[in-house]
């Protein structure tokens, strides 16, 4: 096949600002819907956040029916729950409120009643069949809570597939919900370690999307509709990327320490709203597809501040405690960029060997992650050396995102990376 020339750049309907969720009555309206499908997280039904919402939609005629059985981190399990209440339901149109794993199950429950099948005929190959969406699926806003996966806008739904012991998902363009509604004040009571996992997360989406491989490096899509919908770095996405790893070093930080400063939030979730326009197209790549056997083999960890009834590594958790080792690894494929990316969180790289911009941009990494309270490495969230090959294998067949790495991977530089990776200072 010759090499690709063409990207494709999908946007997502955004509604960004203070009190935005206040015109969720008006946005479903006119998108012709009846009958809504709300689901939430559990943790958040009680909240002042859920009143607002729940306010709003009471202001209309429309009929809506609440599931907040969502689990954090979802599985595949939680998603078929979800996906019977919306068949039963018979609803017209979705909304969701909470975090990326709240989003992510109301587009799985949108696509199954939409378009039933098997669960594993559209999940990602190898672990699935890769089917694509057939068609448009049912209108959907996504309302988030926190500012980090930005879900509401992009065509990803990621899951822990428990049953083969791998966290994996689905990917198309007709999965991105039809608006996301973005709201500072959804955020304020966010609390520290979901604040710090977030918003690395948010870091973690630019760095990888800005050093991925550039789309002209992938082999020419068959067809239009088989161009992936994660496609490698382009210049558009780039602008994206550069203008995020300054938002959220600006800002993270601020939003720890004074957890009600509104502006921080609100960049915060600025922050991740460009990287869902950035990496919704141009994806992600080492870190992210090292982060889900971490994520899904979890044994005892419980990340503080994450209510849950099982065990948790945090999603954003997960990729931050791997990101210094690969982008040691990656910088050779592409000095210049991991530089950029280094001068961009901070580091003073004059006069800095430009072989040396894998390490200028671990050491910016492993600072912010110190300042945030992230865990040392692998070893505090319940890994040992012995774990790194085991864990290598579940990264493996993350092929939609390992194969974006500019620099590619083995079975054996992933053991290594996880082995660098299991204490960071």
């Known amino acids: 096949m010759t090499q690709?020339?063409?990207f494709a750049f999908d946007a997502a309907a955004v509604k960004f600002g203070v009190e935005a969720m206040s015109e969720i009555r008006e946005d479903l309206e006119t998108m012709g819907t009846r009958r809504v499908m709300v689901l939430c997280d559990p943790n958040l039904v009680d909240t002042a956040q859920f009143a607002?919402?729940?306010?709003?939609?009471?202001?209309?005629?429309?009929?809506?029916?609440?599931?907040?059985e969502v689990?954090?981190?979802p599985s595949l399990e939680s998603f078929e729950v979800a996906a019977e209440f919306a068949r039963r339901g018979a609803f017209d149109s979705f909304v969701a409120f909470g975090g990326g794993s709240t989003i992510d199950t109301a587009k799985v429950a949108n696509l199954q009643c939409t378009y039933p099948a098997d669960f594993l005929d559209y999940v990602n190959a190898p672990l699935g069949k890769g089917r694509p969406v057939p068609g448009p699926l049912k209108p959907l806003i996504g309302i988030p809570t926190t500012a980090g996966t930005s879900s509401e806008i992009t065509g990803v739904a990621i899951f822990d597939h428990k049953r083969i012991n791998a966290k994996t998902g689905i990917s198309?363009?007709?999965?991105?919900?039809?608006?996301?509604?973005?709201?500072?004040?959804?955020?304020?009571d966010l609390p520290p370690m979901v604040t710090a996992c977030t918003g690395l997360d948010v870091l973690c989406h630019a760095l990888e999307s800005f050093t991925a491989i550039p789309f002209h490096a992938r082999d020419r899509a068959e067809s239009s509709g088989q161009r992936p919908i994660y496609q490698g770095a382009t210049p558009i996405s780039d602008i994206w990327a550069q203008e995020t790893i300054v938002l959220v070093?600006?800002?993270?930080?601020?939003a720890l320490r004074e957890p009600h400063n509104l502006e921080a939030r609100r960049n915060m979730m600025l922050a991740a709203l460009y990287q869902g326009m950035g990496f919704g197209n141009a994806g992600v790549h080492l870190c992210h597809g090292m982060s889900y056997p971490v994520s899904s083999l979890v044994r005892d960890y419980r990340a503080p501040d994450y209510i849950a009834d099982h065990a948790i590594i945090p999603h954003g958790m997960s990729v931050a405690l791997t990101a210094p080792a690969v982008f040691r690894f990656t910088a050779k494929a592409n000095y210049g960029k991991h530089m950029v990316a280094a001068e961009l969180m901070g580091a003073n790289v004059t006069g800095i060997p430009m072989e040396d911009a894998g390490e200028v941009l671990a050491q910016q990494?492993?600072?912010?992650?110190?300042?945030?309270?992230?865990?040392?490495?692998l070893e505090a969230v319940g890994y040992g050396p012995a774990d790194a090959e085991i864990l290598a294998e579940g990264a493996l067949p993350q092929h939609r995102v390992t194969k974006l790495s500019p620099r590619p991977a083995s079975e054996a530089d992933l053991t290594r990376l996880f082995l660098e990776s299991m204490r960071n200072w």
């Open 4 to 6: 690709e020339t063409v």
């Open 52 to 68: 607002r919402l729940e306010e709003a939609l009471n202001s209309s005629p429309l009929e809506w029916q609440l599931f907040s």
């Open 71 to 73: 689990r954090t981190e």
């Open 172 to 188: 198309h363009r007709f999965l991105r919900p039809t608006l996301g509604v973005q709201d500072p004040l959804n955020t304020m």
């Open 249 to 254: 070093v600006a800002n993270l930080v601020t």
């Open 365 to 377: 990494l492993l600072e912010l992650m110190q300042a945030t309270g992230m865990p040392t490495g």
